[in-house]
């Protein structure tokens, strides 16, 4: 008997500790529950308290509209009273009248230059010998003839008021009449007077072309 005494102690000492500690987490999942019951309420007080701001809001807006519209009223008959017209437009400066050109200025005397007559070139040219142009320089009637062999000569004919520095030059003559004249590298010349004219005939290379042309203008 005693054991079982025992035994059945042990088992309610167990109940008894197991019952209360079923108890004591039962008091503390109520305490849990009240919590979150007051938590809850304060949110749905918030929640609340937002809903009916919201609420309000539209009616406050209507309040700012109508008092807008009120006012738009008072200032409108003033409004109409202004005269919005554009304002005239100023007129602008007149042009400032151009200046008068400044009179050209008379142009500087020039010294008349005396008019020099041609001297014409009587003689016929022979064969082989063409004038191809012709110049006036000043007193100088200058004639450009074309040579059949490539030597082309330039002719100046001019008064002979006095004769020309023939120490540098060689005497040729040219049948009756005596000329001068002189070879080089760079050029050949011919020089001679006939009838108050003074002839220089010059040519690139052989001096044989300006006596052959030379020899048909004295002849004459």
């Known amino acids: 008997m005693r054991n079982n005494d025992e035994l059945l102690r042990k088992i309610a000492n167990v109940y008894v500790e197991r019952y209360g500690r079923e108890l004591q987490e039962e008091q503390e999942r109520l305490e849990q529950i009240e919590s979150h019951t007051i938590s ?7 929640v609340k308290g937002r809903i009916a701001a919201q609420k309000r809001r539209p009616y406050l807006r209507l309040l700012s509209a109508l008092a807008a519209c009120f006012t738009l009223m008072l200032l409108l008959p003033r409004l109409l009273n202004l005269d919005f017209s554009t304002p005239p437009l100023q007129s602008a400066p007149a042009p ?13 005397e020039e010294s008349p230059m005396a008019d020099f007559a041609i001297i014409p070139l009587s003689a016929s040219l022979p064969d082989g010998f063409v004038q191809i142009g ?4 000043l007193e100088k009637s ?31 003559n040219l049948g009756e009449s005596v000329a001068y004249g002189t070879q080089t590298d760079g050029y050949s010349l011919l020089t001679f007077k006939r009838d108050g004219v003074l002839y220089t005939l010059t040519c690139r290379h052989d001096i044989n072309t300006l006596v ?5 203008l004295v002849k004459i």
């Open 40 to 46: 809850e309420i304060r949110l749905e007080r918030r």
């Open 96 to 108: 400032a009248a151009p200046a008068a050109p400044a009179a050209p200025a008379a142009p500087a």
């Open 134 to 137: 012709f110049e006036q320089d």
């Open 142 to 172: 200058i004639y450009y003839i074309e040579d059949r062999y490539l030597d082309d000569v330039v002719l100046t004919l001019e008064d002979a008021a006095k004769s020309p520095d023939t120490a540098t030059l060689v005497e040729i």
């Open 212 to 216: 052959r042309l030379g020899t048909a």
